[in-house]
């Protein structure tokens, strides 16, 4: 009985044996699968090399069998040889069209279930977009068409409280002169850099400061804001004035009095209500801290980030500036929030009238007044030429100083005429502005620097008495408007005032 190779099916010529099947193979062939596969082929068992016990075989050439002698048995044996070749073919063809078709129909059911995830995806993004339009705020709801709705009335004791304070403040308006010893454009002119404290808060967004003008807070994309206050001693520097006489400067020194951290998320904003400092953070948590600032109140309204705070001239009434589309009213005293109002405008900044009986918010595409007293919209200005990213009324109550995304433009509108009055080009990108407490001096700021803008009544006229290459986010008036307070966005504060 001869022995055959059972991969080639031939008769080997160098014969082996695999010692733990007993199957006879060609030596190279056998070799060569257990190089590229390491198993038996027949068995699928584990097989090296030194499994392979080489067979003995006779090296005398074998005739050829009776069927290949002749022609006919020749002829018979390629038409056999045709005819397995031809099944194979066939056999092959079918798996071939059996694999296309279960292709086929992976791929549809890949298409499918692709379908079926975005249709799903669409759907959360709907639901989360319509409850952001039913957020519960003090007690309403919200339309889901994008139209204007008060989620509840203002209550009628904050309308009171809105009332008094305009007909105090606004009583004294017009004869309010320049109070004694405020900074004149001389004065102004004549700022230079102080202090400089080292980088407080990466991410820095904002700056207030308090009544005394000797407190600062500004917060981080950490979701830690701090309270800083300023200290001021004498020293005398060699250089000296034209008329000989040594130059004394005021120098400042910044300490931390109280870390705020309440882990809401970056701070976007933040304002000062009588003693307490406000926080707004991107998780849509407005929060009141206590004078100590070891404690605190917060208000969850929105939906999303709060985008800007003010705070209303009473000191007892914040208003915050969503990403949802809404502006809240909150009750300090109260400790909770008693209005929300939906736009269908997108909010980028916020700031009370100094009467107190408006509200600004500015969008994308112009600037809407509010009446906080019934908490709708009394006018809009605009359209503006892009977004809106800080708003400030002067003290004169009939001004408004707009600075818009990426603009190198402040523009000053009228409220009266309800149209820009003046257009004062700053040279530089302007990302923030605020008016000092007289509404002579309006200082704009931005990535390549501060300027202060001065308006002469007398001759009402303007001029530019400042400016500084300091880089700022936010800048901030100090008392009696004689020194000038900003940050960058790594929260180093600098000050200016005049030797």
């Not at 056999?80 to 992976?106: C, F, G, H, I, P």
């Not at 001389?186 to 700056?207: M, Y």
């Not at 020194?253 to 000062?272: E, R, T």
């Not at 605190?296 to 915050?320: E, F, L, N, Q, R």
């Amino acid at each position: 009985m001869s022995m055959l190779c059972a991969i080639s099916g031939e008769a080997p010529t160098n014969p082996v044996a695999s010692a733990k099947s007993g199957t006879v193979f060609e030596k190279r062939l056998i070799e060569a699968y257990i190089a590229e596969h390491g198993k038996d082929p027949l068995t699928g068992e584990e097989l090296s090399m030194a499994d392979l016990i080489e067979l003995k075989s006779s090296n005398i050439v074998r005739p050829r069998p009776p069927t290949l002698t002749s022609i006919p048995a020749l002829l018979a044996t390629f038409q056999n040889e045709w005819d397995a070749l031809a099944l194979e073919t066939y056999t092959l063809r079918q798996q071939l069209a059996q694999v296309q078709q279960e292709l086929s129909t992976a791929l549809y059911q890949h298409d499918a279930a692709t379908r079926v995830i975005a249709r799903l995806l669409k759907e959360r993004d709907e639901a989360r977009e319509a409850l952001s339009h039913v957020t519960v705020g003090a007690g309403g709801f919200a339309t889901a068409n994008g139209e204007q709705m008060d989620v509840t009335q203002v209550p009628s004791y904050i309308q009171e409280k809105i009332e008094a304070t305009k007909a105090e403040l606004g009583a004294t308006r017009k004869k309010r002169s320049i109070p004694e010893g405020w900074v004149t454009a001389d004065t102004v002119s004549s700022f230079e850099v102080v202090s400089t404290s080292a980088p407080l808060f990466r991410g820095t967004k904002a700056l207030a400061l308090d009544a005394s003008g000797r407190v600062a807070l500004i917060g981080g994309a950490n979701g830690i804001a701090g309270i800083y206050t300023v200290s001021y001693r004498k020293y005398l520097r060699t250089s000296k004035t034209s008329d000989g006489s040594p130059r004394i400067y005021g120098v400042s020194q910044q300490q931390l009095l109280q870390p705020l951290n309440a882990s809401d998320g970056a701070i976007n904003d933040v304002a000062w209500a009588g003693k307490s400092a406000v926080t707004a953070s991107s998780s849509g948590v407005v929060r009141v801290w206590n004078e100590q600032g070891t404690d605190s109140i917060s208000m969850t309204a929105h939906a999303g980030d709060v985008v800007a705070i003010a705070v209303h001239p009473a000191k007892s009434i914040v208003a915050s500036a969503g990403a949802d589309k809404s502006w809240v009213l909150c009750d300090i005293e109260a400790r909770k929030s008693v209005v929300q109002v939906y736009d269908p405008s997108k909010f980028t900044a916020a700031q009370f009238h100094p009467d107190g009986y408006l509200f600004g918010l500015g969008t994308d595409s112009q600037i809407k007044i509010f009446d906080v007293r019934s908490a709708t919209i009394a006018g809009s200005l605009g359209p503006v030429a892009a977004p809106v990213s800080s708003l400030s009324f002067s003290e004169n109550g009939y001004w408004l100083a707009v600075a818009l995304l990426g603009q190198s433009i402040a523009e000053i509108w009228d409220l009266r005429k309800q149209a820009v009055t003046k257009s004062l080009d700053i040279g530089s990108r302007v990302d923030h502005v605020t008016w000092d407490y007289t509404g002579q001096f309006l200082a704009a700021s931005g990535p390549s620097g501060i300027s202060v803008q001065h308006y002469a009544k007398a001759t009402k006229s303007w001029s530019k008495p400042l400016q500084a290459a300091i880089p700022s986010v936010a800048t901030a008036w100090g008392s009696k408007g004689n020194n000038l307070m900003s940050v960058n966005h790594s929260g180093k504060i600098t000050i200016m005032e005049s030797p």
